[in-house]
C-alpha cells in the first residue's frame, strides 16, 4: 500500500523546513529513503508526489531543493513517462515553470532535455545556463 502523495508531500517540505527543530525533522527522515525509491521505481506514483509537493508549497520556499531533487530525478528517470505531463503543467502553471528553471540536465536524454527547456522558467534563477 502507497502513502497517498499528499502525506508524503507534506513530511517531504517538514524534512526540508530549517525552521523546524532538527529532531523534529530527523523524524521525517525516512520519507527521503521512500522518495528515493519511488523515483526509481515508479514514474506515476512520483509524478504525484512532486505535483503534491509544488501544490503543498505556494510560496515555493524549497524551490531549489525541490528543483534538484525530486523534479530533476523524476526526469533523469522516467523523462519518457512523465514529458507530456510535465510539459502541460509548466505552460499552466507559471510557478512549475520556474521550478523547472532550477533542473539541470543530469541523466535526461538530449531530447528530454530539450523539451524541458523549451518550457521552463529561468528568470529567478541566478545561472542561466541551467
Known amino acids: 500500500m502507497l502513502l497517498d502523495p499528499k502525506i508524503v508531500a507534506q513530511f517531504w517540505l517538514a ?16 520519507v527521503e529513503d521512500l ?12 509524478l504525484a ?3 503534491a509537493i509544488h501544490e503543498a508549497d505556494h510560496e515555493q520556499k524549497l524551490i531549489e531543493v ?4 525530486p ?7 522516467h523523462g519518457n513517462a512523465v514529458i507530456n505531463r510535465i510539459e502541460q503543467k509548466a505552460r499552466s502553471d507559471n510557478a512549475f515553470a520556474q521550478v523547472l528553471g ?5 541523466t ?3 531530447e528530454i532535455w530539450n523539451r524541458v527547456k ?11 545556463r541551467r
Open 35 to 46: 522518495l528515493a525509491n519511488a523515483i526509481w521505481k515508479d514514474a506515476e506514483y512520483s
Open 102 to 106: 532550477g533542473v539541470w540536465q543530469n
Open 71 to 77: 523534479v530533476e530525478d523524476l526526469l533523469a528517470n
Open 49 to 51: 508526489i512532486v505535483e
Open 66 to 69: 525541490f528543483a534538484a531533487g
Open 118 to 128: 523549451a518550457v521552463r522558467d529561468t528568470s529567478i534563477w541566478a545561472d542561466p
Open 108 to 110: 535526461m536524454t538530449d
Open 15 to 30: 524534512y526540508w523546513d530549517k525552521s523546524i527543530p532538527e529532531r523534529e525533522r530527523e523524524l521525517s527522515s525516512w
